[in-house]
């Protein structure tokens, strides 16, 4: 209502949410977005899809000669190279999702301008489609593994639970640094450090056990640690301590359980907030 004289209150516009238009339109546009961004990155190239298993079996290459002839950790530790190949391909999905996730919401910035289009959908996309690059290269680790010696186990079919866990933590770290660029542009560069930081905090290169004992606190912290360990039994060394066991008892999972449930808190509330204001700060 006027006052004073002075015109009309203005009323602030915002643009649409995170999920606006419908719940069809939406998984819709994330997987038409997600198999585009795929074949765009693989089918327009001479080797095509290889280029995504090349990546991690280089660094495999050179990750095993340095740890099992340089500094011979590997050489003490069962199945070492398939632990670490497995790893690495986990650890690379989630790097490579959340670093390409960072600038997703500027990098498509005309369809964020759009008057009815889910803002969320774009991270989503970028998770969908290193999902894709997991699925594909796990069947490659599956025949290493096979070929390496290692038997089917009924503790493989518990697999999709390591992938959601991983998945979940995934799209939380996408939503808050999607969103969060948008104002900070430092982000991209930030994450790309400690990315690199969470490679060698993270149980990749080394079992837990291989740790001095009072360093098993700091190293359940990070909330990627009890999914490495699990994983490990559950698909390569039955005979290997779990997470719980590593750690030491359930209370010392707390600190990672905190942080993970954290960040997918914070990542609704932060996304939520500011995926109607994306527009108007790009």
């Given at each position: 209502?006027?006052?004073?004289?002075?015109?009309?209150?203005?009323?602030?516009?915002?643009?649409?949410?995170?999920?606006?238009?419908?719940?069809?339109?939406?998984?819709?546009?994330?997987?038409?977005?997600?198999?585009?961004?795929?074949?765009?990155?693989?089918?327009?190239?001479?080797?095509?899809?290889?280029?995504?298993l090349l990546r991690p079996?280089?660094?495999?290459?050179?990750?095993?000669?340095?740890?099992?002839?340089?500094?011979?950790?590997?050489s003490q530790v069962n199945d070492y190279p398939v632990l670490l190949l497995f790893n690495i391909v986990l650890f690379g999905f989630f790097s490579e999702s959340t670093l390409a996730s960072v600038?997703?919401?500027?990098?498509?910035?005309?369809?964020?301008?759009?008057?009815?289009?889910?803002?969320l959908v774009i991270p989503l996309a970028v998770v969908l489609t290193g999902t894709f690059n997991l699925g594909l290269n796990m069947i490659a680790v599956s025949i290493f593994m096979i070929a390496f010696g290692i038997s089917p186990m009924w503790t493989w079919l518990l697999f999709p639970v390591v992938v959601?866990?991983?998945?979940?933590?995934?799209?939380?770290?996408?939503?808050?640094?999607?969103?969060?660029?948008?104002?900070?542009?430092?982000?991209?560069?930030?994450?790309?450090?400690?990315?690199?930081?969470?490679?060698?905090?993270?149980?990749?290169?080394?079992?837990?056990?291989?740790?001095?004992?009072?360093?098993?606190?700091?190293?359940?912290?990070?909330?990627?640690?009890?999914?490495?360990?699990?994983?490990?039994?559950?698909i390569i060394d039955p005979e290997a301590p779990g997470a719980v066991a590593a750690a030491g008892g359930w209370v010392h999972l707390i600190p990672a359980v905190v942080i993970y449930l954290g960040a997918c808190v914070m990542a609704i509330r932060v996304f939520g907030r500011e995926a109607p204001r994306i527009a108007e700060e790009l």
């Open positions: 209502m006027a006052a004073d004289g002075d015109g009309p209150e203005l009323r602030r516009v915002t643009g649409p949410s995170a999920t606006a238009g419908g719940v069809r339109r939406f998984f819709d546009l994330l997987f038409l977005i997600a198999v585009t961004d795929f074949r765009k990155v693989y089918f327009n190239t001479a080797l095509g899809y290889l280029w995504s079996f280089l660094l495999f290459a050179v990750l095993l000669f340095v740890f099992t002839q340089v500094f011979r950790i590997g600038t997703s919401v500027v990098s498509q910035e005309a369809v964020v301008r759009k008057t009815q289009f889910p803002r959601a866990a991983m998945l979940i933590l995934t799209i939380a770290v996408a939503m808050l640094l999607s969103s969060l660029y948008v104002r900070y542009r430092d982000l991209l560069i930030i994450w790309t450090v400690a990315t690199t930081m969470l490679f060698y905090a993270t149980p990749v290169l080394y079992p837990i056990e291989s740790l001095p004992s009072k360093y098993h606190d700091l190293a359940f912290i990070n909330p990627l640690t009890p999914i490495f360990e699990q994983a490990r039994v559950w």
